[in-house]
C-alpha cells in the first residue's frame, strides 16, 4: 500500500482480555517495528523484525506481550490479558533495509492504535 | 549503553530561529536522523546525516559532528505549525541496528 495502515485506530477494552493489533506494511518494506507511546512521552521500543532474521523481542515489557509477521509482511501485535498500564498509542513503522537516505535510516510511521484498558 | 539526550522543551517565537540539540553515546553508529510528530500525529521522517556537516532541506536544517557526538535540528521562520515534538535517533551498531531514539523535544511557539 501507499502507506503503513494499523487497526483498530482505537480499542477500549477491559482489564484481563487479550487484544490484536494489526500493522500493514509499505510493500517492499522488510523492516518493521512495533513502538509504544505514552501521552506526552518518547517512543518505547517493542520489537522489531527485519527480512527473515529472528526478530529481537528485547523490548517487549512482559511475557503478555507477543508479536509475529507472517510472509514477511503483515504483523500482529498481540497483548493478553491486559492491565491499565497497557493503555498507550501502539506504533508501527516500516523502512527498506540498508543504509542511506532511502535505507534503514528512514522509517514510516503508521498512525498508530491508541489502546484503552478499562 | 547508548543514549540520546535532547532538552524536553523549547519555546520560540513565531518569525525566529530557533536550534534543537541532540547529544548522543553510542559506540558506532550510521547517521543521525530527526523526526517530527504533531500531537495525535504519527512520527514523520525530517532529516538523516550519515556525513559530518549540514544538510538543507527548505526551512529545516540538520548539522552532525562526530567528533563532538553532536548534532542539531535547525528550524528558521518559525511558523505556528511548526509546533511539535522533535525526535533525534541514531542506528547503532551494536543494537541489530535499530534505531535508539531521544526523548523528545517539545517545541511551543508563541505568536
Known amino acids: 500500500g501507499a502507506g503503513v495502515s494499523q487497526s483498530p485506530s482505537n480499542k477500549v477494552t477491559e482489564k484481563g482480555k487479550d487484544v490484536e493489533l494489526r500493522c500493514d506494511p509499505i510493500?517492499?518494506?522488510?523492516?518493521l517495528y512495533w513502538y509504544r507511546q505514552s501521552l506526552g512521552q518518547g517512543l518505547e521500543f517493542l520489537i522489531y523484525?527485519?527480512?527473515?532474521?529472528?526478530?529481537?523481542k528485547s523490548g517487549l515489557p512482559s511475557d503478555r506481550f507477543s508479536a509475529e509477521r507472517t510472509g514477511g509482511s503483515v504483523s500482529t501485535l498481540t497483548i493478553q490479558r491486559t492491565q491499565q498500564e497497557d493503555s498507550a498509542v501502539y506504533l508501527c513503522?516500516?523502512?527498506?533495509?540498508?543504509?542511506?537516505?532511502?535505507?534503514?535510516?528512514?522509517?514510516?510511521f503508521g498512525a498508530g492504535s491508541r489502546l484503552t484498558v478499562l | 549503553g547508548q543514549s540520546l539526550e535532547q532538552p524536553s522543551e523549547v519555546t520560540a517565537v513565531e518569525g525566529a530561529i530557533v536550534q534543537i540539540n541532540c547529544t548522543y553515546q553510542?559506540?558506532?553508529?550510521?547517521?543521525l536522523s530527526w523526526y517530527q510528530q504533531h500531537d495525535g500525529g504519527a512520527p514523520t521522517f525530517l532529516s538523516y546525516?550519515?556525513l559530518d556537516g549540514l544538510e538543507e532541506t527548505g526551512r529545516f536544517s540538520s548539522f552532525l559532528s562526530r567528533s563532538d557526538s553532536y548534532g542539531y535540528l535547525l528550524l528558521q521562520e518559525l511558523q505556528m505549525k511548526d509546533s511539535a515534538s522533535y525526535f533525534c535517533?541514531?542506528?547503532?551498531?551494536?543494537?541489530?541496528?535499530?534505531?535508539?531514539w531521544g526523548a523528545g523535544t517539545k517545541l511551543i511557539i508563541k505568536p
Open positions: 535517533a541514531v542506528r547503532d551498531m551494536d543494537s541489530n541496528y535499530q534505531l535508539i
Open positions: 523484525f527485519q527480512g527473515n532474521s529472528a526478530p529481537d
Open positions: 510493500s517492499g518494506h522488510t523492516a
Open positions: 553510542t559506540s558506532g553508529f550510521y547517521g
Open positions: 513503522a516500516s523502512s527498506f533495509a540498508g543504509q542511506g537516505r532511502s535505507g534503514a535510516n528512514v522509517l514510516t
Open positions: 546525516n550519515a
